[in-house]
């Protein structure tokens, strides 16, 4: 180093640092002491600590002034992820290969470090050494990289002690090295392009704080309402009592009392003469209160319906067999009116009557076996166990089978099917009960099932009626693509209703114009019997045009929800209004959700079922009952008439079906 200056400085090799408290370089520039440092430094990098590390070399200048100085680089984000871009990462807690920095760093130069042959860092040393992260003094400043911007720092802290010692050798030797003008105007230019980097920063951060502050305030408003959701749920689960399925008022209620469209109302006809059974008649003589005589009597009449004391009636079948020489077999004879040929031990058995009537109360009303048993010997004294009527069913759904095929090939063949699924258990798996429906035939079925193929499997791939449902994804499945199809315009609607109450300021419009278009729909529904075809079409058309212009995908839409169901309704355009040029097509989906109903209470009442044998006897009795009940045909003469057919099962077909017919929109 004999044409060095002599106040470059070399390091030499890495070793710890000391607990010695240490003093930053600035004292040393107070000090008009400025040097440099040349000579190999080893600087490990360690992955784990994001690239940071510290290097410990030994500083010793010309006067042979040991000391310890801490230098640290640090790499900006970029770098690393450049870095660990090309090179394999090394497990946690193990350092990558040391890289050797063998540059002479002089104060306005640019020096150039390689770090393991792969990354170039050029360092800028500046004469201002700033205080940061309480310990640090930067004395270096990187400028770039082989792939990008980054900022790549060196800081120093040399030790008290050889601080101590180079201000006391007062050799002088170590002077400041002064900048000249032009790099003076270049650092200061530098700084104010940094002032105006730091100062724009600034304002964009400001403006996150202040969209972060908003987006706070938000969520802490939908937490409350969330909390305050929670809280009323658990009061919920722990009242006593059901609570009202409604929780608000309805604005226009209905009115209480008859429901329309059941007739004119009349007071209970008087039973004819020849169904009174008996005449009761009690004179009276006197006065009851004081014995006196009467005058101007009269005679009142009243009639009292009841039902009589039951007692089971008991039937003793006598048959006779014998081996028949011919056949090579043993024959039997059966009255007409049998319905079992047991005997022996299961020689008595329960009468088609009883067995009507537990079928109905259970698959029909649903009614537990258990309350049934304890109706049946309580009113009609006739004691019977769950067991028994569940195997009764299982028999009678056997036989009812060909009525419940019937009923699906005729449903395929109707102009209009409704249909609605609800939630169901077979043991303890998840299932599925299916309700398709019109006004003359409905079928049940039970699956594990909810997909678009339970459609397939009752009404069939060639479908050509239509089909009533809500907007349920697995009725627009592919499949069932090229299908007429009406949604069902009540759910609509108390969909709109939702969003409405949930809406302030101009996000409602959108809810209340597809509502009032909607209930003005349903109101030339209504009107359609009293007005010509050209009246009709003309409004019509006009409901046709607005739906189209409020749904349209170019209007614009700030609230998510509304986007949502406009979303939905384009979806579902073919299918809203059809409902307006079939006579036979409702609006609704309402008759589905009838029939499901009475299903939902079996539902919880009775658990559902326990095996799939149960399910299948279930689905084939309901189909049977409620279609009875809809044709008006008395349900247990039905049931008995088919537990005592020997044959072909008496048909539950209406006299006409409705011919399949492809309608649409003109």
Partial sequence: MENEPPWLFSLGPAVALSAE?????????????????????????????????????????????????????????????????????PSSGRACPQASLKPRYRVGQIATAEISGAWQFSFRP?????????GFWYLFEGISTGYRESDVVLASQVSESYMTKLNGSGTGELSPEPLSAEAERQRRLELEIQVEQLGGRVAELEAQLGEGAVRIEALQHQVQQLQEQLAEAQRAAKRQATPFARKKRVARPKRPGRKAG??????????????????????????????GELSDKKTHEQYEVDIPPVRPIVTRYVTHSGYCQTCQKRVRSRHPEQISDAVGAAGVVVGPRAKAVAADLKHRLGVPYAKICDHLETTLGLPVTPGALSQTDTRLAKKARPVYEALIAALR???????????????????????????????????????????????????????????????????????????????LLNDLSEIEASKTGRAVCFAREVTALLREALALKVDKPTLNADTFAQRANALETRLDALIDEKRRMTDPDNRRFAKRLRKQRPHLLRFLYVDELDATNNIAERRIRPAVVTRKTSGCNRAEGGAEAHAILSSVLVTCRQQKRPILDYLVDLQRASGEPPSLLPESMSAPSTPGPP
């Avoid at 500046?126 to 309480?134: E, K, L, Q, Y």
């Avoid at 007739?263 to 006197?286: S, Y």
């Avoid at 939630?423 to 798996?429: A, D, F, K, T």
């Fill in 126 to 134: 500046i004469r201002a050494v700033h205080f940061r992260n309480g």
């Fill in 413 to 491: 063949a109707c102009l209009v099917v409704h249909s609605d699924e609800t939630g169901w258990r077979i043991g303890i798996l998840s299932a599925w009960l299916w309700v398709f429906t019109n006004h003359d035939i409905t079928v049940y079925t039970i699956g594990t099932s909810r997909g678009h193929e339970v459609v397939l499997d009752i009404l069939g791939k060639e479908f050509k009626g239509i089909l009533v449902s809500d907007c349920f994804l697995a009725y627009d499945a592919k499949a069932l693509e090229e299908w007429l199809k009406q949604k069902c315009v009540g759910h």
């Fill in 262 to 291: 059941q007739g004119k109302f009349t007071h209970r006809a008087k039973p004819a003469p020849e169904d009174v059974n008996r005449t009761l008649e009690t004179p009276l003589a006197c006065c009851p209160a004081c014995g």
């Fill in 21 to 89: 408290r240490s003093v930053g370089l600035p004292a040393l520039i107070e000090a008009g002491h400025v040097f440099e440092w040349a000579g190999p430094l080893v600087v490990p990098v360690h992955v784990p600590t994001g690239f940071c590390s510290n290097i410990y070399p030994v500083l010793k200048g010309e006067q042979g002034l040991p000391s310890q100085v801490a230098i640290a680089l640090t790499l900006s984000k970029a770098s690393i992820r450049a870095m660990r871009a090309d090179t394999p990462q």
